[in-house]
């Protein structure tokens, strides 16, 4: 017998009851029923973004809502910044790339810290610069960005907008899209929205709004004006994939329940037990400045990142994940996002210890699991 | 106590076993657990659609899949024709504008057949036109194209593709993609495939191939190449909706299992039924050429078609649809495609005449009932 616990930044274990609703008989779109669920979700999505603007919803997934980020403010030839980190800062330079967005890139090696200085540097650099692209959590690597900081210099720009993929980071820690001057805040259903994938979110600002209104790069699915007239009358553009919708508004319900500030601080103790059982270890965190959503372990020498993963998987029934590309064998990641517990980490901790002791890796059986206990007590 | 039975054109009914397997805890997607399932659905998916080719899965509704027909195979500047003959068409044409592809439009009054001469004439004239765009059914009037006999001169012109939405057709009635020269051939999940929307899929000739290598209108989400190259490999080139694939593979199990072949049979007698029914109580059906997707029945004088629909969905448990746009009020429609019976037409038709009694039209109670059971008894 295997039970499988899942750990991975992306999908994230759905809750029970999410499930059981999305299993009932589909509802029709256009429809009271479905759009009494569509009014109740767009409430709670301002909440969730910290917006008292609508919060547009597509279907797709979390990439779809990066490209409109891009499509619905910008034309053929503008400059955007792009903070490139991992593997998914690479991907709005490619977003950019594919629609004739010149890029000027700022090049952090993968896991290092992003200085806002260098924000400030290309802006002042490159003032024609329409948005700045970047990352709350690069998932990649697992590194937190400043994303406050960055802000309070680009709302100093009025001719460019901060635009923000918070597909993993929206939910997980601090990130209020009005407070903090983030005209564009991108998130998926996959990571604390607890649901399957197949959802992806954009949050606009007023700024964005008007930049959308000059824009004329072609979009036609991803049109955000189209879908902004549909949402006031608690319809989308398109059909919507209203079983992922359903199951959204039992998971918004659940995180209003829970509080946001609740679930930033269950999040972070979550992530810095894994951090200090994983130390304990003899094991070294990744990057400097660590996401909660996911930790990133160095895999210590002479031991392939991508056995642990695959004997975790395997053998003892816990999904984290491996690391990406140049980072392939280095890193392995345990993500702590979404509906996660104390027991989670201890569960993943153990499973860690048991392939450690596998691969040979000379370690005291116990101190992992037992650093975090200290940790997760408080919880 | 109201029971809900969801005959409308998409979604339709979700058989239990589907929304239960969909509802098992979630699996990652970066996993051999998951790439089982993406290799059996990659075999269902060519099945269903007749053609040796891979088919493209795309997490999006059918519009972006239709998106991706256009965006893939032309270039800005490029002439496409569109035959306009409802809500459907129209968004063919509207997609090509959005990417600055003129458009040449063959314009039908909604309802009427599509005489394959006008597309001919309309080639003859316009030999650069880089490809047709139509439908197999064009839900919004119930209308079915002929589409062998477009693709049989369409194919006569090495430089046009034939490129057929086939949300409506594809697992509704024949319509296999190599045998029939279509060159791309677009679905949705939420239709014959008995799945909540979500999922759209793209079966793409070796003809629309080379028009890929050369096409150049900007796309990133909906890169045919990228998926092609994932999909070999049973991934995807985004984080896939996973557990709508999870559903598929369940669903095209059923498709095979019953056999495309009994599948068009049964719809075809479901739909001939419900326009017996209809035609009993003195009804007219809307198009000359009905789809056995879905049937468009005109309102009676003096009855709006939109009170016909909603007394039924509300008063009666029956969801149908009504017209849209131009159609508004003067038809409504009852689907019998995907996860349908022959105990679901007669539940439509008794809806129906529940309804029109409500309303004041005089017909002899029973009447429609009886004609639709005198063609199900074959099923």
């Excluded at 903090?180 to 949050?203: E, H, R, T, Y």
């Excluded at 059986?365 to 975090?372: E, R």
């Amino acid at each position: 017998m295997i039970k499988r616990y899942l750990l991975a930044p992306g999908p994230t274990e759905i809750p029970p009851e999410v499930l059981l609703k999305m299993a009932e008989p589909i509802v029709h779109h256009r429809n009271p029923l479905f759009e009494a669920v569509l009014q109740e979700v767009r409430e709670n999505l301002k909440y969730l973004f910290g917006t008292k603007n609508e919060v547009l919803i597509f279907a797709s997934s979390g990439t779809g809502a990066m490209e409109s980020a891009v499509t619905n403010v910008l034309s053929p030839g503008d400059k955007a910044i792009c903070v490139r980190s991992g593997k998914f800062g690479e991907r709005w330079a490619n977003i950019c790339k594919a629609y004739g967005v010149e890029t000027v890139n700022i090049d952090i090696p993968w896991g290092e810290d992003l200085d806002p200085e260098d924000i400030e540097k290309a802006l002042k650099k490159h003032p024609d610069a329409k948005a700045v692209y970047t990352q709350a959590t690069e998932t990649s690597t697992g590194v937190k960005f400043p994303i406050k900081e960055i802000s309070d210099i680009v709302k100093n720009y009025p001719n460019t907008l901060m635009v923000v993929d918070g597909i993993t980071g929206v939910g997980v820690f601090e990130l209020p899209q009005d407070a903090w001057n983030i005209d564009v805040l991108v998130a998926g259903s996959q990571k604390a929205l607890m649901l399957p994938p197949g959802l992806s979110f954009c949050g606009v600002s007023d700024k964005a709004w008007e930049f959308n209104k000059k824009s004329r790069l072609p979009k036609f699915y991803f049109n955000w004006q189209k879908e902004l007239e549909n949402l006031k009358k608690n319809q989308t553009n398109f059909t919507p994939a209203i079983s992922l919708i359903v199951g959204l508004r039992e998971s918004l319900r659940m995180i209003k329940q829970e509080g946001l500030e609740n679930i930033y601080k269950r999040i972070d103790i979550l992530a810095r037990a894994t951090r200090e059982g994983a130390k304990a270890l003899g094991l070294k965190i990744f990057p400097k400045t660590p996401s909660p959503a996911v930790t990133a372990i160095c895999a210590p020498d002479g031991i392939d990142g991508q056995e642990i993963y695959k004997i975790m998987w395997r053998k003892y029934g816990v999904t984290g994940a491996g690391g990406q590309d140049q980072l392939k064998g280095k890193i392995f990641r345990i993500a702590t996002l979404g509906y996660a517990d104390k027991y989670d980490v201890i569960t993943a901790l153990s499973a860690l210890e048991f392939t450690l002791k596998d691969l040979g890796y000379k370690f005291e059986m116990g101190k992992g699991v037992s650093a975090a206990i200290n940790v997760l007590k408080d919880l």
